[in-house]
């Protein structure tokens, strides 16, 4: 059973960062693909980034957010750069045990974090 706690959120402006952790416990986490994915107000879960010995973002933020991950610290991070107000949102950390085959469906992830808020306004 894999535990992750999530941090990091916040409000910020159009144009600023936020830096996102997430911390897990309780598994091998070197043997999991971790992953984030968002959700906004009315609209489905929708994933954001993917890495296990690959990097995969989603096309609305690629360029802007870099996805991470420290296995001696059982952590991963998603740098945001350049924040845009549609990038409000809930942002949830996930993990999967690792496949050959690259997995994008939220429902397919097996844990998960609480959330942070994301909030981009002015």
Request: charged share 20%; hydrophobic share 35%.
């Amino acid at each position: 059973q894999v535990q992750l706690v999530e941090s990091g959120g916040g409000l910020v402006q159009p144009g600023g960062s936020l830096r996102l952790s997430c911390a897990a416990s309780g598994g091998t986490f070197a043997r999991y693909t971790m992953a984030w994915f968002r959700q906004a107000p009315g609209k489905e879960r929708e994933f954001v980034a993917h890495i296990d010995w690959r990097t995969i973002y989603a096309d609305s933020v690629k360029g802007r957010f870099t996805i991470s991950r420290d296995n001696a610290k059982n952590a991963v991070f998603l740098q945001m750069n350049n924040l845009k107000p549609e990038d409000t949102a809930v942002y949830y950390c996930a993990a999967r045990g690792v496949s050959p085959i690259v997995v994008l469906d939220p429902s397919r992830y097996d844990y998960w974090g609480q959330g942070t808020q994301v909030t981009v306004s002015s």
